[in-house]
């Protein structure tokens, strides 16, 4: 579910405001490279941050690389796959999901999202440029 932005159990969270955590892996595939999304524990908090999706590629879980889920905040394969089952109740390698990289963005850079897509690609790079 996209209208609520991205949900992340409070640990998870932690990672992503630490840097820790640059990419989340979903089922749902409805969030849009370029735009800003919320990001939260639940949906009743106020968002604790916003998150600029960078790239979205779509990946069978048995696909995943090594430096996937280390931007996934986890230290081993084993790590993410025991989070994943938590999460999700099952591991099955042919799966299809959805690999989010994102950057945390600062306020005044929340209105990125309301960019048009050209514009917004733009920007995405002149950002990411910035930061490097």
Known sequence: ????????KRSILEKVLQ??????????????EGKTYAARANMNEKAQ??????????????????????KEGCKS?????????RL???WN??????????????PWTWRWGELTTTRRKERIRDFVRVRE
Do not use: N, S
């Open 1 to 8: 579910m996209t209208q609520g932005g991205f949900i992340f």
């Open 19 to 32: 840097g820790k955590k640059t990419m989340t892996i979903r089922y749902d595939g409805g969030f849009e």
């Open 49 to 70: 941050a916003r998150i600029l999706i960078v790239k979205k590629q779509k990946k069978k879980l048995g696909d995943l690389t090594p430096e996937d889920i280390a």
């Open 77 to 85: 394969f084993e790590e993410f796959q025991q989070i994943w089952e």
């Open 88 to 90: 999700y109740g099952k």
């Open 93 to 106: 390698p042919e799966d299809t999901v959805f690999c989010y990289e994102f950057i945390l963005v600062r």
